[in-house]
């Protein structure tokens, strides 16, 4: 089948093709370099990079250009709070983030621009929108973009007339980010201030440095052209980042700037939003740092879709790596009876085949079909476990064979393609009594018949008599606490 992603523009399922038939020109805002990236942002971009697997999978080449925003509010901000340059202090945080890109798997991207190497295509930019009557500038040597020139504001994000200009404050709005959904002029370049310090640039109009949303414009359209197929990002971009992007590019060039948008949710974390003052903002090396595989990361990262929010928990963490065992061990168990060695199975993961050759014989056509369908990684993950059990039963190493290539085709697509691999052994336990077992087996049990409130007693019982019980997807662990 056709790959289907959804359209934040049109709120529809469209067929991803490139424009130009050769290659998709896919660009992604990526992060600001001013901290770590959290698992928040984490999400998005193994998201993004499922997507791209996805696309090169169905034998479509991508360009993909993912950005370095490092030079805005929050960088400058904390460069001086370190006392440092604004380079100086990018730097670290920008190898930190590729390296945690390496880490979860990720395709490096085929550029990746820094706002900084690009300041004069974004002056450029602003030459032409101010030639053009779409932008004006200030006595402080800022410029902004003259939002009742652009017609179509707000058509991204559904923001009519009214609610647009209901909440329009006074004045144009200098912040690089703002939550109001309002229709205030945004800056295109920002006078030098005195906190500002030496980060300043020379422009026509006075020095100071470019607005967030028009690196994204300039950088992208130098690196892509003046129309982008697919555009991605987090769904707390569409407004007002995005919407802005879309007004001074297409004003600028009189043409469409994106053929299609793709947002990923937010991401919760133990059923609660992340912020500082919860202490929740995780990242990789704060749920590794006691041996857990990245990878198993990545997978509790795309076990959701990606247009819902996606609740992270530390049971969902370890339920992945007990899955990602068993999904190891079988794989395993099997590839001596498809007559396969592992290094070539691993080669197979590495390089995409023709999917309509591997697919129309191959057990996994569902699991196929159904992240072709926007991206239903879950599904498709859900295809191969419940495949699991015929792979070993089957027999015939013609059959294992041609699941297996197929299986390779799907793991390159997720990004699992290090599996198999040996996850992190959960910690033994002392062997419980079997008293203790069999109240535990009766709870699963109950559990499985839905009997719901016999579990919860069957627990209480359990943690009575000193036993915890811990569930995972296939099934349960006992470790000993206080008793009650």
């Known amino acids: 089948m056709p790959l289907l992603l959804h359209d934040t523009f049109t709120r529809q399922l469209k067929e991803i093709r490139p424009s130009d038939e050769r290659s998709l020109r896919f660009y992604c805002c990526g992060p600001t370099v001013y901290a770590p990236a959290h ?16 696309v090169e999978a169905t034998g479509i080449p991508v360009r993909h250009v993912r950005n370095l925003t490092d030079v805005d509010d929050k960088t400058i901000r904390a460069a001086n709070e370190h ?21 979860l798997n990720m395709l490096p991207p085929s550029e990746e621009p820094a706002a900084t190497a690009h300041i004069p295509e974004q002056i450029k930019l602003i030459e032409t929108l101010l030639a053009k009557g779409h932008a004006y500038a200030t006595d402080d040597g800022s410029v902004y973009f003259k939002v009742t020139s652009f017609p179509t504001y ?25 939550e109001k959904a309002d229709r205030s002029d945004f800056a295109l370049w920002k006078g030098r201030k005195a906190e500002d310090g030496e980060v300043y640039w020379n422009a026509p109009w006075g020095q100071g440095r470019p607005g967030w949303h028009l690196e994204c414009s300039a950088m992208s ?12 990002g987090g769904v707390d971009l569409v407004f007002p980042h995005h919407e802005n992007e879309i007004a001074q590019s297409e004003a600028c060039t009189g043409q469409i700037f994106v053929h299609h948008w793709f947002h990923c949710a937010h991401l919760m974390v133990e059923g609660e939003k992340m912020s500082k003052s919860l ?16 990878l198993v990361v990545r997978f509790v990262l795309l076990s959701g879709h990606y247009r819902q929010q996606l609740n992270f928990t530390f049971n969902a963490l370890h339920a992945a790596n007990e899955a990602m065992r068993k999904f190891s061990q079988t794989l395993l168990r099997i590839l001596p009876r498809a007559e396969i060695d592992l290094e070539t199975f691993r080669q197979w993961c590495s390089t995409p085949g023709d999917e309509n050759k591997l697919f129309a014989e191959s057990t996994l056509l569902n699991a196929w079909n159904l992240l072709c369908r926007d991206l239903n990684t879950s599904g498709a993950w859900g295809q191969l476990m419940k495949q699991r059990g015929q792979w070993e039963k089957e027999k015939d190493p013609k059959i294992l064979q041609r ?14 393609d290090q599996l198999p691999f040996t996850p992190k052994k959960e910690k033994t336990n002392p062997e419980a009594p079997a008293e203790i077992r069999a109240l535990a087996e009766d709870r699963w049990k109950a559990k499985a018949d839905r009997d719901f409130t016999t579990a919860d007693q069957l627990r209480e019982s359990l943690k009575q008599k000193g036993w915890l019980v811990k569930d995972s997807r296939d099934g349960y662990t006992l470790s000993p606490g206080q008793k009650s």
């Not at 698992?39 to 996805?54: E, K, W, Y």
């Not at 006392?83 to 880490?103: G, H, K, V």
């Not at 202490?279 to 990245?294: A, F, I, R, V």
């Open 403 to 416: 699941d297996l290539r197929a299986l390779a085709h799907l793991l390159y697509a997720l990004g699992l």
């Open 39 to 54: 698992i928040g942002n984490l999400r998005t971009f193994v998201l993004q990079d499922v997507f791209r697997r996805t």
């Open 154 to 178: 707000g058509k991204l994000s559904r923001l009519d007339e009214r609610e647009l200009q209901s909440i329009a404050p006074e004045g144009p709005q200098d912040a690089d980010e703002y």
């Open 279 to 294: 202490g929740n903002m995780y990242t990789l090396e704060d749920l590794t740092k006691d041996g857990l595989s990245p």
């Open 83 to 103: 006392n440092l340059p604004l380079e100086d202090f990018t730097r670290p945080w920008i190898t930190r983030f590729q390296a945690d890109c390496q880490s």
């Open 221 to 232: 359209m130098a690196a892509l052209g003046q129309t982008l197929d697919v555009h991605g």
